[in-house]
């Protein structure tokens, strides 16, 4: 059906950077939301970034004005730009995507297997 890929995740030093990818395969009609989650040892996921197909984007904000979520449509790939990093940061990132694979079925929600983000101070 569908696939989500992440890559780009890893170890950085605390003020550093990392860039985020999830690209989207399988049987695709139409991405209508994809959006980054994060998940902490023992808490629950929380989103930290959403863009829609129209490339409005919204943001967590304890990572407003230091990540930068964008997509490419035409490679159905999304990114995720993290400038600044801190410690807090680490977690496990997870894509998430709202699709409509065909024109005739409903969208359904999929989500990646995870990539770990570690930031060391």
């Known amino acids: 059906q569908v696939q989500l890929v992440e890559s780009g995740g890893g170890l950085v030093q605390a003020g550093g950077s990392l860039r985020l990818s999830c690209a989207a395969s399988?049987?695709?009609?139409?991405?209508?939301?994809m959006a980054w989650y994060r998940q902490l040892p023992g808490k629950q996921r929380e989103l930290v970034a959403r863009?829609?197909?129209?490339?409005?984007?919204n943001y967590a904000d304890s990572v407003k004005g230091r990540f930068t979520i964008s997509g490419d449509n035409a490679k159905n790939t999304m990114y995720l730009q993290m400038n600044s990093l801190k410690p807090e940061d680490t977690a496990i990132y997870y894509c998430?995507?709202?699709?409509?694979?065909?024109?005739?079925?409903?969208?359904?929600?999929?989500w990646g297997q995870g990539t770990q983000v570690t930031v060391s101070s």
């Open positions: 998430n995507a709202d699709i409509k694979p065909t024109l005739i079925q409903t969208s359904t929600n999929y």
């Open positions: 863009i829609t197909s129209d490339d409005s984007a």
């Open positions: 399988g049987r695709i009609f139409r991405i209508n939301t």
